[in-house]
């Protein structure tokens, strides 16, 4: 093999290595990196699940948990003070009606929304219609509150430590929206 050949093929490894550094795991097509930042905390992905609705288990969105320290206990992620991520990537188009019932039960299940109905209600306004390729980010913030980031832009914080454990405990508390979107979301296979 001649040297330009052998330089060619190794420019290819390097490139072709740099690239799959730089997306971690891939889900549905999906990628997700290994890393990101929030307010200077680095984070690692812990894992991907996919949200599927309906008795027909449609594919709505996949989901990706950024943590400081990847575990696959559901009670000490949702023990973390923060900060993590949860990033839903959607692969499909959903209205903001829809959108907003689901948060609704979401809470409903995680810890009762009596307590926290103001708060729902702020998060619920900022939902637009999502359509397939958009994301929404939670980012979950040390001394609590949730930062949340609506198809690239930021629409506020919403504030409170009991706040953020119930959101997160939409999808790592007993009642997730389906059993295997909270085990991808622990590390296990993204289904």
């Known amino acids: 093999m001649g040297r330009a050949m052998k330089g060619a093929l190794l420019s290819c490894i390097l490139l072709w290595g740099g690239a799959r550094g730089a997306v971690a795991r891939d889900c549905l097509g999906v990628g997700f990196p290994d890393r990101v930042q929030v307010d200077g905390a680095g984070l690692v992905l812990n894992g991907l699940g996919v949200r599927r609705a309906t008795i027909l288990a449609v594919k709505v969105y996949v989901a990706g948990l950024y943590v400081r320290r990847v575990s696959g206990d559901a009670a000490v992620l949702m023990a973390e003070a923060g900060p993590s991520r949860l990033v839903l990537h959607f692969v499909r188009d959903v209205g903001a009606g829809r959108m907003r019932e689901a948060w609704s039960e979401g809470f409903a299940r995680s810890a009762g929304a009596a307590a926290m109905g103001d708060r729902i209600a702020t998060l619920n306004s900022w939902m637009t219609d999502m359509k ?45 929206p389906n059993p295997a979107l909270k085990a991808g979301l622990l590390g296990g296979a993204c289904d």
């Not at 929404?136 to 953020?164: C, E, H, K, N």
Request: proline share 7%.
């Open 132 to 176: 397939d390729g958009q994301e929404i980010a939670f980012d979950f913030l040390a001394g609590g509150g949730v930062r949340v980031t609506v198809a690239g832009a930021v629409r506020g914080t919403v504030p409170g430590a009991d706040f953020s454990r119930a959101l997160l405990g939409i999808w790592l508390g007993p009642a997730p």
